[in-house]
């Protein structure tokens, strides 16, 4: 216990120190008080007289007395934000008196270091975050993108994919985030992929055409899997702009079913075809072979393509696509092989396209299969491995 006499002496003293003792001993006797009326007023008076004390030490210790107190005086608080700059941005972070008002004002003046203490109180409204947000300084915005508990407004998540895209870092950020929109999404994995197709290293270490093909199948595939997230989420907004912006082909379609990503799938089907998605689903389940091709017409598709989606309609319903890889090369090769056969090896122009995108995942998903497989009959296997009589003399090959 201090006694009142002994704090005033404090209070007055010359050493900085002694008064800056006294400011936080006032602070947590005032924030403490349950006595009389009386005594609380004559400690609030004395945490106004510590406002006026000429030493920054003085007032940082009366600040750091109350900055975490939902019970501290508003108006001291409030004279504190004003003071110099090492004690204005601990209130600015921590105090919790504050409101959005207090501080709406101050944001268009605030230099960084006073913008990314405040960008770290514990709670932040989206009006304060979209208004930061406007001053366009990269750490800043790096800062609030990177917390998860701030909402943003759909249209400001969008305009920083636009603005701010081709920035790495806060490419990163805006990818991380789980409320940024689909079609924002989408934009910035365009973004990364041509950012990976200019990267020196990248170029270097793989073939110019390996690395399109691994490009676009990695583009088609996080397509695919946001369409699915959105589709799950009953949102057809997606579809219909990939279908309005022309962004829907038929390797799209095929990558979608083969991926398993069958609600996407449904979504741009009842898009192309103006039709219920329940009824594209119960077709897509149960539908004969006339019904699907029925409701492909409607989609506007040509004959051809038509044929090639009801057949891998016909063999997802017998397989996992979603999960089994095997089962995607079996309905992979069996399509090729289906295509070679109908056309006798003569693939029609309209099919180009889709055939070219069956033969690249042929080879991609047998070698995802074919992974491990001699690893695990190696441990099995009994019999030696059967090898051809080498004893007779063989052509050697040209050196290279």
């Excluded at 004559?42 to 000429?54: K, Q, S």
């Excluded at 409204?125 to 998860?148: G, N």
């Amino acid at each position: 216990m201090v006694a009142y006499q002994e704090f005033f002496a404090l209070s007055q003293s010359s050493d900085s120190e002694q008064r800056g003792a006294a400011a936080h001993l006032a602070a947590l006797a005032y924030l403490g008080h349950k006595g009389p009326a009386d005594e609380q007023a004559g400690l609030y008076a004395a945490l106004i007289g510590f406002l006026d004390d000429p030493s920054v030490k003085v007032r940082a210790a009366l600040a750091y007395g109350l900055l975490h107190s939902p019970e501290a005086p508003r108006s001291i608080m409030l004279s504190l934000l004003h003071d110099s700059s090492i004690i204005a941005r601990a209130v600015l972070q921590y105090s919790p008196v504050l409101v959005d008002a207090d501080m709406v004002g101050l944001i268009p003046k605030l230099d960084l270091p006073m913008l990314l203490a405040l960008s770290q109180r514990t709670k932040l409204s989206t009006r304060l975050a979209q208004l930061m947000l406007a001053r366009d300084l990269e750490p800043l915005t790096l800062r609030l993108l990177r917390r998860d508990d701030v909402v943003l407004e759909p249209n400001t998540l969008i305009d920083m994919v636009h603005r701010h895209g081709a920035a790495p870092e806060l490419r990163g950020a805006l990818l991380r985030r789980k409320d940024l929109p689909a079609e924002a999404r989408l934009t910035l994995v365009h973004a990364v992929a041509d950012a990976l197709a200019g990267t020196r290293i990248v170029k270097g270490a793989i073939a110019p055409e390996r690395l399109s093909r691994l490009l676009r199948d990695s583009s088609d595939t996080a397509l695919a899997s946001i369409g699915e997230r959105e589709a799950g989420a009953a949102n057809m907004r997606y579809a219909a702009n990939l279908v309005a912006s022309d962004g829907l082909s038929t390797r799209v379609m095929l990558h979608a079913v083969i991926g398993g990503h069958v609600l996407f799938f449904a979504d741009c089907l009842a898009e192309l075809g103006d039709t219920p998605r329940e009824k594209v689903f119960n077709l897509l389940d149960r539908g004969s072979r006339a019904a699907l091709n029925a409701l492909l017409v409607r989609c506007g598709l040509n004959e051809g393509v038509r044929n090639l989606l009801v057949r891998l309609i016909l063999h997802a319903r017998a397989a996992d696509l979603a999960d089994d890889i095997s089962a995607r090369h079996f309905v992979v090769t069996a399509l090729t092989e289906e295509l070679i056969a109908e056309h006798e090896g003569v693939i029609p122009h309209e099919l180009e396209e889709a055939f070219s995108y069956l033969s690249e995942q042929n080879i991609k998903l047998a070698r995802k299969a074919a992974r491990g497989v001699m690893a695990a009959f190696a441990t099995e296997a009994q019999s030696p491995m059967p090898l051809p009589d080498l004893s007779e003399p063989r052509l050697a090959l040209p050196a290279a």
